[in-house]
């Protein structure tokens, strides 16, 4: 009698039929996790806004990255909290011992095997907290994007030559990844990729992450040089910029209420699509979970699984390092 009923839901009937159409597939080998690289010695700061997360000094960050390694991660995302900062943020450039140069150096003799990748950009090493060289414009201090290109290519180049696997410049600089490009391949460097953050839009969910990295804008936001939230198609367009300037990998940055652009842009350009699940995202979570309002692991594995679905190839989360309980 119920002849023209289509039930679907024969192919849900138990976690065996599940799993083998099950169409997206979550594997550690896409999760990159974000580590925050203290100047100083023994430093293991908890970051009050994202519990379970800390600053490490490097001599600490090698035990904490190998705990890495341990879980199955295969990819960490460097940013460092320098001594000394200054306008231009010349520690991003100091061969001998900026903090991210020393990290590369002790964590790839350290821990082998593990791919470093570094967060190109000026804020947590800027005295003004800004992503690059500031103007003066009509009276109003700006960012000059011109003249922070040849300071970002700089600052890539140093990071190469102190061994980074992969550089991620996150400034939203026009111009950035062409002119990083072009200096990595002159200066020997042209096996370097270049992880773009193209689509970085100026969103409220990173307000965890400037405690964790020290680099709020001391005046002003970033609403100059970050995208407006409310634009799509511009997305695509600066995703077709940095394609353009030889962008190897392009990201889509926050995660969860920008899926829809993460789906336009593997759909428009089939480029290896990264999707950077923010600090304030984590933090939600966190909250929520401490609160026993809901089952941390279930929604991380949840909220991975959909980044996916959407069309990440690899996500950047501070939970990536949970994901081994879940992956088995
Ligand atoms: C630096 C940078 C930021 C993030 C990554 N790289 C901060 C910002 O743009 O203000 C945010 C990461 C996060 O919230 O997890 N430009």
Known sequence: MNEFIQRLSRMRANETIRSMVRETILSVDDLIQPVFIHHGENVRNEISSMPGQFQWSVDKSIDYVKSLQDCGIKAIL???IPEKKDPQGTDTWNDKN????????????????????????????????????????????????DTTLNNLALQAVSHAKAGADMVAPSGMIDGGVGVIRESLDEQGFSHVPIMAYSAKYASNFYGPFRDAAQGSPQFGD?????MDFANSHEAMREIDVDVSENADLVMVKPALSYM??????????KMPTVAYNVSGEY???KAAAEKGWLDE????????????????????????????????
């Open 98 to 145: 900026g903090i991210i140069q020393n990290a590369l150096r002790a964590l790839r003799e350290a821990v082998p095997g593990m791919l470093l990748i570094t967060d190109v950009c000026f804020c947590e090493y800027t005295d003004h907290g800004h992503c690059g060289l500031l103007i003066e414009r009509n009276g109003e201090y700006v960012l000059d994007h």
């Open 78 to 80: 460097l940013f460092g």
């Open 260 to 269: 829809d652009i993460i789906y336009r842009a593997k759909e428009s350009f």
């Open 297 to 328: 692991e279930k929604i991380v594995q949840e909220i991975f699984t959909s980044l996916k679905r959407a069309g990440a190839d690899l996500i950047i989360s501070y939970h990536a390092e949970m994901a081994y309980k879940f992956l088995k």
């Open 283 to 285: 933090a939600m979570v």
């Open 222 to 226: 970033r609403k100059s040089y970050q």
